[in-house]
């Protein structure tokens, strides 16, 4: 699969679904508190898409299929976290929040981390950092830079603060298919490095882990990953457009 480049009225469509994404973020996140169960806010998820009359992105998808409509990650877990009603958050907890949506044709993705309650500084520590490495890759989308540019901005970030780039997931090209070419790593490695262009569009996804990056697969689930150390995770992503004026976060209100 190449690397598929948007028109302007592309970009404009994919700004409305992203658009979505971020406020039904937003509403889920403010949900986020002590005794509120990721069940609950995978349900609120649910009707929210219903609201605005989208369909949902990630229910139904891969092999298992994925069985919700938003992946709730919660303290180790990495990404994929599955909503439950027995999954009770607690003070000092992280929960990462992962949605998208399909509306007009177009996906949008995002995801952010968010504490409950009052968290360790070491916590807040690893939110922080990797909500800045996400910042950091967004500012090198320039047409003409390349792709190892964002890889660099996110690993030279989390390293410096001491923590690890997860390497079993990468973020990716998003567009009428969730998942599209080019694949977006968060550090550097071999592979393809093209330049970007305008009209590319990118899911950048920072995931960054407290400890060693190694994750494992829940093998009953199939899906849920978490850190192979049980130590913490975080998880920041956003939809990014190249222009010729830089980033157009297409998933930021």
């Known amino acids: 699969m190449a690397i598929i480049y948007k028109s302007q009225a592309e970009l404009e469509q994919m700004h409305i679904a992203n658009q979505v994404v971020c406020r039904v973020l937003d509403a889920v996140e403010d949900a986020v508190k002590p005794g509120v169960s990721t069940g609950e806010l995978g349900e609120l998820a649910k009707q929210l898409i219903k609201r605005y009359e989208a369909e949902p992105a990630f229910l139904g998808y891969g092999e298992p299929p994925f069985p919700a409509v938003i992946c709730t990650s919660v303290n180790e877990e990495v990404v994929h976290g599955i909503p439950k009603n027995d999954r009770i958050l607690v003070e000092g907890d992280i929960i990462s929040l992962d949605f998208g949506v399909k509306k ?110 190694d994750v494992d697969i829940d093998p009953n689930d199939q899906w849920t990953a978490r850190t192979s150390d049980k130590k913490l995770s975080a998880h920041f992503e956003h939809s990014v457009a190249i222009t010729k004026q830089g980033a157009w976060v297409l998933s930021r209100l």
């Open 104 to 213: 007009n044709g177009f996906f949008g993705d995002s995801a952010r981390t968010v504490a409950v309650g009052r968290v360790s500084e070491r916590a807040h520590k690893l939110i922080e950092v990797t909500r800045e490495s996400l910042e950091r890759a967004m500012q090198v989308c320039k047409v003409g830079n390349r792709l190892g540019d964002i890889s660099e901005a996110v690993q030279n970030h989390v390293e410096a603060n001491g923590f690890s780039v997860v390497r079993a997931f990468v973020g990716h090209g998003i567009g009428r298919r969730m998942h599209e070419d080019p694949q977006v790593p968060n550090f550097v490695g071999p592979g393809s490095n093209p330049r970007l262009r305008e009209g590319m569009v990118l899911a950048i996804e920072p995931m960054v882990n407290e400890g060693s990056y």
